[in-house]
């Protein structure tokens, strides 16, 4: 079973950090971009980072630019994003995705969901003020 599966939520004050995790299982997504995107009840998945297959291009959404930062280990076929300074607002569930494009290395994906395929479970972040 081909599977992405998060991990590293959890509940911290604002202005702490905490480091997702994302690992592949039943094949590898090392040739494949990937993205983080994050959901709160009531509204649309959005998007928060994506980062090549090479892992030498990443994109991120503004209000995490500078704060956030996206990588991978593809030794390990596992995805990161490391979250500081977090604030309130950043509370959410966070899940990682495999971009269905295979438009090379490079390819830094895209900031769009429908354009990802497979989706990890989720996991909640919550930041207290």
């Known amino acids: 079973q081909v599977q992405l599966i998060e991990s590293g939520g959890g509940l911290v004050q604002a202005g702490g950090s905490l480091r997702l995790s994302c690992a592949g299982s039943g094949r590898s997504f090392s040739k494949d971009a990937m993205g983080w995107f994050r959901q709160t009840p009531g509204k649309d998945r959005e998007f928060v980072a994506r980062?090549?297959?090479?892992?030498?291009?990443?994109a991120y959404e503004d209000s995490v630019r500078g704060r956030f930062t996206i990588s991978r280990d593809n030794a390990k076929d596992t995805v990161y994003l490391q979250m500081n300074n977090l604030k309130p607002e950043d509370t959410a569930v966070y899940y990682c995705a495999a971009d269905r494009h295979t438009w090379g290395p490079t390819y830094s994906g895209s900031p769009y969901s429908v354009d990802y395929d497979y989706w990890g479970q989720g996991t909640q972040v919550t930041v207290s003020s």
């Open positions: 980062i090549s297959a090479r892992g030498d291009n990443t």
